[in-house]
């Protein structure tokens, strides 16, 4: 079992499973406040702690050369950074009494902003740092446009590096009125906001003497007491579950198991992405249409009678239908529509410029379908929030489009399924993920697209 296993199942249990991002311009603080979070809730290692302190007193760092520079936690990141090499999200673990989390740490440089998508495209929250001296900059319009683009849940605006202009409340209001201005604009309705001092620790872990004028939580506090996605998920929201293998062991049988009772065995793997399943549930399966019943519920080797968002079950049915991976199963009474053409928003990640004509890949769940770009609608200004015509998307833009795929995905509207909304834009040749997108489908397609790269085999 892997740690995000046994977060995870710890989270089914007695504690809650919590996932957040970090966001900012480069300077911003964003190192040393990762490292300030994992210091003062003590998740840093006996190990990691010595080398930091050698390392802050060989640099001096501090007045007094005693201090410890917790930027130096994620070095790693850093290291890459003046190598060259192209840097991923650092996903780093931690708990605190209350809650587990899991944090995915993103480079703050404007050509990293896909690792910013990657990071929040998951999240229950982002954390934005904004520097209290420089106020909002484009990267910040940037990276809310990212956070409303995949509508995560909950963003969390730091106002960090507050004793460098001496705890002015005056400071920290006019960032705010700035912050919330930018997030109406984009349609945002709630930003969560906290001056913070990563550097001094103030009201990151513990609140601040220096900030009497602040009378919140902590960004600690928030993102303990913040509802995270999976709960929205169980409650909100019509089953939903891609088909990710069909398991059918034909003698090739785990040690232990009956080889009578599992000869003729036929389950559906997959994780459920969101509502629940019980034993007796009618369900039906997207784009085909077919109809059946669960007969039983499989986690691992032990059966169960119901499972929820986010857990990975294999389901018994009790007709034979044609599933394959990439079927997408779906409660019976509320079937998404099929779509073969549909509208989109993309947030673009590759250097070659997205236009008309371009062939891709369409990753929708776990299926993977060929896709033309059919129309470039425009992109989105980050100076001023507009969409603007466009009839290509560059690297980092994020635009409106419209694709036709060779089959019909159960794709949703991202604005209520944040599941089953999203898709991934892949290079058909080189298999890189060049951009992620976000479905606001309008009609079906009725007619088969007669398009020879669409139509052909492969």
């Given at each position: 079992m892997t740690i995000t296993d046994t977060l995870a199942a710890s989270s089914m249990n007695t504690r809650t499973l919590f996932r957040f991002a970090t966001a900012g311009s480069v300077d911003d603080g964003k190192s040393t406040l990762?490292?300030?979070?994992?210091?003062?809730?003590?998740?840093?290692?006996?190990?990691?702690?010595?080398?930091?302190?050698?390392?802050?007193?060989?640099?001096?760092?501090?007045?007094?050369?005693?201090?410890?520079?917790?930027?130096?936690?994620?070095?790693g990141l850093r290291a890459e950074r003046e190598q060259g090499i192209t840097i991923d999200v650092a996903y780093r673990y931690f708990a605190t009494d209350t809650r587990n989390f899991i944090l995915a740490d993103c480079p703050g440089h404007v050509e990293y902003t896909k690792n910013t998508v990657t990071g929040a495209s998951t999240a229950d929250a982002v954390v934005l740092l904004v520097d209290a001296r420089s106020g909002v900059l484009e990267q910040t319009r940037r990276h809310l446009a990212v956070a409303r683009l995949l509508r995560v849940p909950h963003v969390i605006v730091a106002v960090n590096k507050i004793d460098l202009v001496d705890y002015a409340e005056s400071a920290y209001r006019g960032i705010v009125e700035d912050i919330r201005r930018v997030a109406t604009e984009l349609g945002i309705d709630t930003v969560l906001t906290v001056p913070v001092s990563a550097l001094k620790g103030d009201n990151v872990v513990s609140p601040s003497a220096k900030t009497p004028w602040h009378t919140g939580e902590t960004l600690l506090g928030l993102l303990e007491e913040l509802p995270d996605r999976d709960r929205s998920l169980q409650t909100a929201e019509p089953f939903r579950m891609a088909v990710q293998t069909v398991i059918r062991p034909q003698g090739s049988l785990a040690q232990g198991l009956d080889e009578d009772e599992f000869r003729d065995f036929r389950g559906y793997?997959?994780?459920?992405?969101?509502?629940?399943?019980?034993?007796?549930?009618?369900?039906?399966?997207?784009?085909?249409?077919?109809?059946?019943?669960?007969?039983?519920?499989?986690?691992?080797?032990?059966?169960?009678?119901?499972?929820?968002?986010?857990?990975?079950?294999?389901?018994?049915?009790?007709?034979?239908?044609?599933?394959?991976?990439?079927?997408?199963?779906?409660?019976?009474?509320?079937?998404?529509?099929?779509?073969?053409?549909?509208?989109?928003?993309?947030?673009?990640?590759?250097?070659?410029?997205?236009v008309a004509g371009s062939k891709v890949l369409v990753k929708h769940g776990t299926a993977t379908v060929k896709a033309i770009i059919e129309e470039v609608r425009g992109r989105l200004d980050l100076t001023n929030l507009a969409d603007i015509p466009?009839?290509?998307?560059?690297?980092?833009?994020?635009?409106?489009?419209?694709?036709?795929?060779?089959?019909?995905?159960?794709?949703?509207?991202?604005?209520?399924?944040?599941?089953?909304?999203?898709?991934?834009?892949?290079?058909?040749?080189?298999?890189?993920?060049?951009?992620?997108?976000?479905?606001?489908?309008?009609?079906?397609?009725?007619?088969?697209?007669?398009?020879?790269?669409?139509?052909?085999?492969?």
């Open positions: 990762v490292g300030r979070l994992l210091f003062d809730s003590k998740a840093i290692l006996a190990d990691q702690l010595e080398a930091v302190a050698r390392t802050s007193a060989e640099r001096g760092f501090g007045s007094s050369g005693e201090e410890l520079d917790l930027a130096l936690l994620t070095d793997a997959g994780q459920i992405s969101a509502g629940s399943i019980n034993v007796g549930d009618r369900i039906a399966v997207a784009a085909t249409g077919g109809r059946t019943r669960v007969t039983a519920i499989w986690s691992g080797s032990d059966r169960i009678v119901s499972a929820r968002s986010p857990q990975s079950v294999v389901l018994e049915i009790n007709d034979q239908l044609d599933l394959t991976r990439g079927s997408m199963l779906t409660d019976a009474e509320e079937v998404p529509t099929a779509h073969r053409e549909f509208g989109a928003r993309i947030a673009w990640l590759s250097s070659n410029p997205l466009s009839e290509t998307l560059d690297l980092n833009d994020i635009g409106s489009v419209r694709l036709k795929t060779a089959s019909a995905l159960p794709v949703e509207d991202y604005e209520s399924h944040r599941q089953t909304g999203a898709f991934l834009v892949i290079d058909p040749q080189s298999g890189d993920t060049l951009g992620a997108g976000i479905a606001a489908p309008e009609q079906p397609e009725a007619e088969a697209s007669a398009d020879d790269w669409l139509m052909a085999e492969g």
